[in-house]
C-alpha cells in the first residue's frame, strides 16, 4: 500500500527567506514521487519528479527536492521565497507496478509575506 | 495545443438533478482520468481511462459514470447528484508508453449541489 504525508497544513514564510515543505511517504514498491502547485482558481502544474535517478532533483522556478529513501521523506525546498510562490503544494506518489494511481498528499497552503 | 479542457467551470445543481461534466483534450494522450478535490483530502481519483472504450474505477467511484468513446473525449455524469458531490473536479491526461509520465491537469469544474 502507499500512501504520502505532508506534516503542514500551513506554511509562511517572509518574502526572500526559505522554503521547506515537508513529504513522508510509504510505499512497498520502488515509489516515484511528484510535488505538484496549485495556484488559486488554477489547475495543478508539476514542479518536479522523482524517478529513481538522481536522489536530488530541481524543478521549476528554483523548487528542488531531495529524495531521502532512509528516512522516507521528499521535502521541497527553495532557497528566496517569491510573492508569487503563494499557492497550495501537493505531494503524490505512485508506484513503478501502476503509474496510472497517483496517491495525493492533503496539501500544504504557502503563504508569502512582503 | 489547448491541452486539457474542462466545461463547465461553475455548475449549482438542486439534489436529484444529473449532469455531465465535459472534458477533452488535445494532445493525442491515451490515459485520462476524473479526480475531486475537497478541503484537507487532496485530489481523489474517481474514474479512469486507459483509451478509448476502456475504463476503469478509482478511489471513490459512487455516484459517478463514465465513457471513452474517442481519444479527444471523457466526460463525467452525474446520474442522480447528491450534496456530497459537491466538489471541484479535475480532468487529467497523459501519454502512455513510458513511465513517470506527467499528468496534465484541467482547469476543473466547482460544483455545488443543494
Known amino acids: 500500500a502507499q500512501s504520502v504525508t505532508q506534516l503542514d497544513s500551513h506554511v509562511s514564510v517572509s518574502e526572500g527567506t526559505p522554503v521547506l515543505l515537508r513529504c513522508n511517504y510509504s510505499?512497498?514498491?520502488?515509489?516515484?514521487l511528484f510535488w505538484y502547485v496549485q495556484h488559486p482558481n488554477k489547475g495543478l502544474q508539476l514542479l518536479l519528479k522523482?524517478?529513481?535517478?538522481?536522489?536530488l532533483v530541481k524543478g521549476i522556478n528554483g523548487f528542488e527536492a531531495e529524495f531521502k529513501k532512509s528516512e522516507t521523506s521528499f521535502h521541497l525546498t527553495k532557497p528566496s521565497a517569491h510573492m508569487s510562490d503563494a499557492a497550495e503544494y501537493f505531494c503524490?506518489?505512485?508506484?513503478?507496478?501502476?503509474?496510472?494511481?497517483?496517491?495525493f498528499g492533503t496539501g500544504t497552503r504557502l503563504q508569502v509575506f512582503p | 495545443n489547448a491541452g486539457v479542457t474542462q466545461t463547465p467551470k461553475f455548475q449549482v445543481l438542486k439534489t436529484g438533478q444529473s449532469m455531465t461534466l465535459q472534458c477533452a483534450q488535445d494532445?493525442?494522450?491515451?490515459?485520462m482520468s476524473w479526480y475531486r478535490q475537497d478541503p484537507g483530502m487532496g485530489l481523489r481519483l474517481i474514474h479512469y481511462?486507459?483509451?478509448?472504450?476502456?475504463?476503469d474505477q478509482g478511489e471513490v467511484p459512487n455516484g459517478y459514470n463514465v465513457s471513452r468513446s474517442t481519444t479527444e473525449d471523457f466526460p463525467l455524469r452525474l446520474l442522480s447528484a447528491a450534496p456530497s458531490q459537491t466538489s471541484v473536479y479535475f480532468c487529467?491526461?497523459?501519454?502512455?508508453?513510458?513511465?513517470?509520465?506527467?499528468?496534465?491537469f484541467g482547469p476543473g469544474t466547482r460544483l455545488t449541489v443543494l
Open positions: 481511462s486507459v483509451g478509448a472504450g476502456i475504463t
Open positions: 494532445m493525442n494522450h491515451e490515459y
Open positions: 503524490v506518489v505512485t508506484s513503478v507496478y501502476n503509474t496510472d494511481k497517483l496517491i
Open positions: 487529467a491526461s497523459r501519454p502512455t508508453g513510458g513511465t513517470y509520465n506527467e499528468q496534465f
Open positions: 522523482y524517478t529513481s535517478a538522481a536522489t
Open positions: 510505499s512497498s514498491y520502488s515509489p516515484s
